[in-house]
């Protein structure tokens, strides 16, 4: 990237990858793929080579989440430099083989962009998700989604906390970009998340064509959902889980809650209050995938960004 007079300049997004399967029973991005993989007439743009990618194929074969270990938290440093070896937990040699595909991660032979898609079982709709506060072409790229798809909503995630972002396979990417979207269950496929998840990537890969073709996007302003803090289930010494999400909290994501606000409820019916200093915006809330990760839901809080104007390197 370079700058001139207040805008960034780029490369041509020459390639640009989709991830289905990251997780093997998020149905939606698994069946998008392979329906791509069959017939990919409607994910190419001209001067773009578009690569549909199947990311866990043993775990989509099985219908679960991961086989060994979760794959959209094993492109560390550590695994993608360990030697390989058949002893390696199968997702850590996947991601690997990954790396050197579609990477390698941080070079400049990096893809250019990846999605990544995903399903959760909470009712965040359809969401972006982004690693960087300071990456101006998918800062541009989601607010032309957000106006291509409106007035349907469209939030935006952003993670970026030191110590609760993770390594996702979208991270071997120049510009990396998550699309979430439910609820939808584990193992099921649902026609409206389905359509609400190809009609995005239409409108992300037009975005692609026309920055290639030599548009240049003004600046603009994006309001994000910053991740601030990772919400854990009530637990006994033992471990065990003393509480569920509250009735007046399931299924509001991206909605206030406020100090004082119900949060959770014990399983004899004593509500449990959000006690912090401040209004938060919960998202992820009561996601399936989580339990195992001792979270019930994060917390956000809302941004608004500046993205500066870009343009493309002229060759």
């Known amino acids: 990237m370079t700058s001139r007079c207040g805008v960034c300049c780029f490369n041509e997004a020459r390639r640009v990858a989709?991830?289905?399967?990251?997780?093997?029973?998020?149905?939606?991005?698994?069946m998008l793929v392979n329906m791509w993989l069959k017939n990919g007439a409607e994910i190419q743009r001209s001067g773009v080579m578009t690569k549909p990618f199947i990311t866990n194929p043993r775990a989509v074969e099985k219908c679960t989440r991961y086989v060994d270990t979760?794959?959209?938290?094993?492109?560390?440093?550590?695994?993608?430099?360990?030697?390989?070896?058949?002893?390696?937990?199968y997702e850590v040699r996947r991601a690997q083989e990954i790396n050197k595909t579609f990477g390698p991660k941080g070079s400049a032979d990096a893809y250019d962009v990846i999605f990544d898609l995903h399903n959760t079982t909470s009712n965040m709709g359809s969401t972006l998700i982004l690693e960087s506060s300071t990456d101006h072409f998918t800062l541009q790229m989601v607010h032309y989604i957000k106006k291509a798809i409106a007035p349907a909503s469209c939030p935006v995630l952003l993670n970026e906390h030191p110590l609760l972002k993770y390594s996702t396979s979208r991270s071997v990417a120049k510009h990396p970009i998550g699309l979430e979207v439910g609820p939808q269950p584990q193992g099921v496929l649902r026609s409206n998340i389905f359509e609400s998840m190809r009609v995005i990537m239409k409108h992300a890969l037009d975005f692609i064509e026309l920055f290639n073709?030599?548009?240049?996007?003004?600046?603009c302003s994006v309001d994000v959902f910053k991740v601030q803090e990772r919400m854990d289930y009530p637990r006994d010494t033992n471990g065990n889980?003393?509480?569920?999400?509250?009735?007046?909290?399931?299924?509001?994501?991206?909605?206030?809650l406020n100090p004082g606000d119900p949060m959770f409820q014990t399983f004899d019916g004593r509500t449990i209050p959000y006690e912090g200093p401040s209004p938060v915006y919960p998202t992820f809330i009561n996601e399936a995938a989580y339990y195992e990760k001792q979270q019930a839901f994060v917390t956000t809080r809302r941004e608004t960004l500046a993205a500066q104007a870009i343009s493309k390197i002229e060759q």
């Open 18 to 30: 989709i991830f289905g399967g990251t997780h093997g029973n998020e149905m939606s991005g698994i």
């Open 70 to 89: 979760d794959l959209n938290r094993a492109f560390t440093p550590e695994n993608l430099s360990a030697p390989s070896a058949d002893e390696l937990p």
């Open 213 to 219: 073709n030599g548009v240049e996007f003004p600046p």
């Open 241 to 256: 889980i003393t509480a569920m999400v509250h009735p007046d909290l399931q299924d509001c994501d991206w909605e206030p």
